[in-house]
């Protein structure tokens, strides 16, 4: 195993009271994290929680009656919530680093500090590839190791939030890679006329065998007084909109109260009242023709993010205490937000918060 040789002029300091502090700050969604139900990834801590325990999130809809008016009764006229939970796992999670006592005894550093940027970048990778796993999966399942089945169950149950490149008629018959097929590199590309069209399904009203459905809610930024959906898109469906013409004159017109929006990152595109953002580490699907790429639209309670256990270190010797080991662990986990549609919260499940679409996705030539 090899050991870690650590960097000089760096000073003793506090390890584990800011770790975690800095872990959220410094993350690329730091953004969009919060407590509440207008968060896109909803943080709920609860230390009483062990590995391999459930947490469970309220998931509320907006109220969509009328108002009782006058001395009408309201009693027996109120609206249903339509509340339902969302209960999901959490686990350990650690890793370490080795470093030789040498080192160590001549920086007089401590251990903790010696290692510490490496476990950061470590965690933060960390949460970042679990959160592009968790927007792209099936039913609680990773993409990748979702199989054809449950692919085309989870399409079915979610065929009102989910595109296939430009036309909602490319999926036909919820089978998912049939209608994965259809997306071809000229009509389907990622485009602004894609985008609202994502929009405009986030926002309708559900109705026939949709009616059950919630909406996708967009977050609110309360000091602007205005509503914004984030999206997330691979490098490649971002860089087939960058290069749109349509999105070229929109950006020259972005105001610098966008650049004030706590959504808005160096580089984010924004188009009808959506920020979008590019995320390197997307995965394309190939169609058996061309590759394509994922793009989530998210609105609010996309995600969950428990945490049992904050990050914590522990040191140990090794070799008669010629060499030092920092580890760090948590007990947490991150999921696509999922409400059950049937008279159990776990019946016919939707992605509460997420709209996904498929769209064009090929090489750089």
Not at 90 to 95: G, L
Not at 324 to 350: C, L, Q, S, W
Request: proline content about 2%; charged content about 25%; some cysteine.
């Amino acid at each position: 195993m090899a050991d870690t040789r650590q960097a000089t002029g760096l000073t003793p300091q506090k390890w584990d009271d800011d770790f975690f502090v800095e872990y959220i700050q410094d993350s690329p969604f730091k953004s969009v994290m919060g407590t509440n139900e207008n968060s896109i990834i909803q943080m709920h801590e609860d230390f009483t929680k062990g590995k391999g325990d459930n947490m469970s999130i309220a998931l509320v809809n907006r109220l969509t009656g009328d108002a009782v008016t006058g001395t009408n009764i309201l009693e027996g006229n109120e609206q249903d919530l339509a509340s339902r939970s969302f209960n999901f796992n959490i686990n350990k999670r650690r890793t370490a680093v080795r470093l030789a006592e040498m080192t160590e005894y001549r920086s007089s550093i401590n251990l903790r500090d010696a290692a510490r940027s490496s476990l950061m970048t470590w965690a933060q990778e960390d949460v970042r590839d679990r959160i592009i796993t968790a927007l792209g999966s099936i039913d609680g399942v990773a993409f990748t190791s979702a199989d054809d089945t449950a692919r085309d169950a989870w399409l079915a149950n979610n065929s009102d939030r989910v595109l296939f490149g430009a036309l909602k008629g490319n999926n036909s018959a919820n089978d998912f890679s049939a209608a994965l097929a259809q997306i071809d590199n000229s009509a389907d590309k990622l485009t602004p006329g894609a985008l609202s069209l994502m929009k405009r399904m986030a926002l309708e009203t559900r109705t026939g065998a949709d009616a059950g459905k919630p909406k996708i809610r967009p977050i609110r930024i309360a000091k602007q007084n205005r509503r914004y959906f984030k999206v997330y898109a691979g490098p490649r469906a971002f860089r087939d909109l960058k290069e749109n013409s349509t999105i070229q004159q929109a950006q020259r017109e972005v105001s610098i109260e966008m650049e004030n929006n706590r959504l808005f990152q160096g580089g984010d595109l924004v188009w009808d009242g959506m920020i979008i953002h590019e995320v390197d580490d997307i995965a394309v699907v190939n169609n058996g023709t061309i590759d394509c790429e994922p793009v989530y639209l998210c609105g609010a309670q996309s995600l969950a993010y428990g945490v049992g256990k904050r990050y914590k270190t522990k040191t140990k010797t090794f070799d008669y205490g010629d060499k030092y080991g920092v580890a760090i662990e948590a007990i947490d986990g991150i999921h696509k937000m999922r409400f059950g549609t049937g008279d159990d919260d776990t019946d016919n499940p939707v992605d509460h918060g997420v709209l996904t679409g498929f769209f064009a996705g090929v090489a750089d030539s």
